[in-house]
């Protein structure tokens, strides 16, 4: 079975803060993809990254830095120097590579960047 | 192209009463599916669709049916509406089916039994 646990219910940071939003999964596929998503306050779901099993490469997009280690099955993400608009619900999801399409979603961090 | 469109975007309803929500796409995809968001249980997976004329169940499939006549809709049908099926309902696509790429979702519906 799949799982995805996102740990922080919520947190709560204070604007120019670093803030790192937890995520851990498990799987019996070797091969398998983890995804971020983020969802404002507006409600739509919005792709942040994708990462496969096999490359465990860390990346950054501007702000937004991923360290995927499969070593402890953790795929966090970190915001630096947060701001207001960073404020939205984070999910991390787990795909197996097993023929299933399925998206296996954690129950999500609410993240508040306060002023 | 417009992407994941979903109809309608609220509604109510009466317990016992049924209702089709909408979910289109004008990508070609493949892939399509139903999740159910609650708060504090992230997204759940209700039914889902590899092709039309192929659908398969989720993880909350009961209380719902779903049929894939063609590749750019999947309707998700309430049969008898009851308020534990409170929620927001989002549709998503990818394709290929079988590939890595992420799920394009839909704006949600958010819908209310009473």
């Known amino acids: 079975a799949q799982k995805v646990t996102q740990a922080q219910t919520e947190i709560s940071v204070v604007e120019k803060e670093d803030v790192t939003l937890d995520c851990v999964y498990e799987?019996?596929?070797?091969?398998?993809?983890l995804f971020w998503y983020k969802q404002p306050p507006s409600g739509e779901l919005v792709f942040l990254i994708r990462?496969?099993?096999?490359?465990?490469q860390n990346e950054i997009s501007g702000r937004y830095s991923w360290n995927f280690q499969k070593s402890t099955s953790s795929f966090n993400f970190t915001i630096t120097a947060s701001q207001v608009v960073d404020s939205a619900v984070y999910f991390c999801?787990?795909?197996?590579?097993?023929?299933?399409?399925?998206?296996?979603f954690g129950k999500g961090t609410k993240l508040t960047v306060n002023p | 192209n417009a992407g994941v469109t979903q109809t309608p975007k609220f509604q109510v309803l009466k317990t016992g009463q049924s209702m089709t929500l909408q979910c289109a796409q004008d990508?070609?995809?493949?892939?399509m599916s139903w999740y159910r968001q609650d708060p504090g249980m992230g997204l759940r997976l209700i039914h889902y669709?590899?092709?039309?004329?192929?659908?398969d169940q989720g993880e909350v499939p009961n209380g719902y049916n779903v049929s894939r006549s063609t590749t750019e809709d999947f309707p998700l049908r309430l049969l008898s509406a009851a308020p534990s099926q409170t929620s927001v309902y989002f549709c998503?696509?990818?394709?290929?089916?079988?590939?890595?790429?992420?799920?394009?979702f839909g704006p949600g519906t958010r819908l209310t039994v009473t």
């Open positions: 998503a696509s990818s394709s290929p089916a079988g590939s890595i790429y992420e799920q394009y």
């Open positions: 990462r496969n099993s096999f490359d465990e």
């Open positions: 669709s590899v092709g039309a004329g192929i659908t």
């Open positions: 799987t019996r596929d070797t091969t398998y993809y």
């Open positions: 999801a787990l795909r197996g590579k097993g023929g299933s399409e399925k998206l296996v």
């Open positions: 990508m070609n995809h493949e892939y």
